[in-house]
């Protein structure tokens, strides 16, 4: 990949997208539309200007871009509004945790007719996400965030375990230090057995102990984005866990920085498309979502937004080297309901680690 980054991928313009959708000629189609939220910002901005125009162009369908903030606000924003009997959106972008949030509370979700989403066999099952009222959600895209190194004072590690050597990361790792940031499912992929130790407490308990073991070798644990940033720029780590897709930008821009899969992978988190339950536009939205999960709009969305696709390479046109640029296997999916369902005593448990000696 020659100098991709997102930068000059926006200035590019909408065209090549729809050159590429193999959707066909548009549907007949009379003053349909569809309200779609999506996070503001750099990525409702991609969207407006490389997703939704395509949609239109391959479906006559017109998008009108809402902004929605983190999903947890949505939720809340979403929960009144469904009291109130308006509707902001008619698909939103629902993280996993939040999507479950909302499948527990019910009533704000529409099931999702899947033989109007035929592309949707393209994904893995885990992205669609499925209850008993039917599924509720259609993975949208996704977004890793990796084992990285500055390969000039290091060499790639084979194994998450080997951040733990004291005798070659004493002081120089930069982990994030929230306890949901996915650095608890690292360790529980690669000293336990996964997702299923988060189910007891007493793994959990274990996993924060193992974490603890670490502590020596962390000159960073950072709440900001910007702190891991300029740490591996000016050398104070030499390694740690950051994103994926910035830290291959940083790297096209010279920094000192790899992001590497080792055998246990990294972790990866999503966004599903959700149809509020007060929509009457569900025809409108399963087109939508049949667009975004056909294999030619992920490697787009790959191409010009920087997400990973959830779709196998395989059923894409993706380069390896633009594969790379945004995903990578093996992938370590987090353990999303034991952060909910046990939130308080893992927050607790882990903020205790950190303040001990």
Do not use: H
């Amino acid at each position: 990949m020659t100098k991709l980054n997102r930068r000059t991928l926006l200035k590019t313009g909408a065209a090549s997208f729809a050159a590429t959708s193999v959707l066909g000629t548009p549907l007949i189609a009379q003053s349909r539309s569809l309200k779609v939220g999506s996070y503001g910002g750099y990525f409702e901005n991609s969207f407006k200007e490389f997703v939704y125009p395509a949609f239109t162009e391959a479906t006559g369908i017109e998008v009108e871009s809402v902004t929605q903030p983190n999903s947890t606000d949505w939720l809340v924003t979403m929960q009144q509004a469904t009291a109130a009997g308006s509707v902001p959106a008619d698909l939103s972008l629902y993280a996993r945790d939040t999507l479950i949030k909302a499948s527990r509370i019910g009533g704000l979700l529409k099931p999702l007719n899947l033989k109007a989403i035929p592309a949707a066999s393209n994904l893995d099952p885990y992205f669609v996400f499925e209850a008993p009222e039917g599924p509720l959600g259609v993975g949208a895209m996704s977004w890793f965030s990796a084992m990285v190194i500055n390969p000039d004072e290091v060499d790639a590690p084979a194994s998450w375990a080997e951040f733990w050597d004291s005798t070659i990361y004493e002081s120089s790792l930069g982990l994030s230090r929230n306890y949901n940031s996915q650095f608890l499912d690292i360790v529980a992929a690669t000293f336990f057995d996964g997702e299923a130790t988060f189910a007891t407490d007493e793994g959990i308990l274990a996993i924060i102990e193992k974490a603890a073991e670490i502590k020596p070798n962390v000159a960073l644990w950072w709440s900001a984005e910007s702190q891991m940033e300029q740490s591996m720029k000016n050398g104070d780590v030499i390694g740690g866990q950051y994103y994926l897709d910035v830290a291959n930008l940083m790297a096209l821009d010279g920094f000192p920085i790899k992001p590497i899969f080792p055998k246990e992978g990294n972790p990866q988190d999503y966004g599903s498309w959700c149809l509020s339950s007060l929509s009457d536009k569900a025809d409108e939205a399963a087109e939508f979502i049949n667009f975004s999960s056909d294999p030619a709009t992920q490697a787009i969305m790959s191409r010009k937004i920087g997400t990973a696709p959830l779709v196998d390479q395989s059923k894409t046109d993706l380069t390896d080297e633009e594969f790379d640029f945004v995903s990578g296997t093996p992938s370590i999916k987090p353990a999303y309901e034991a952060y909910l369902d046990k939130e308080t005593f893992i927050k607790e448990s882990w903020d205790k680690m950190l303040a001990g000696a």
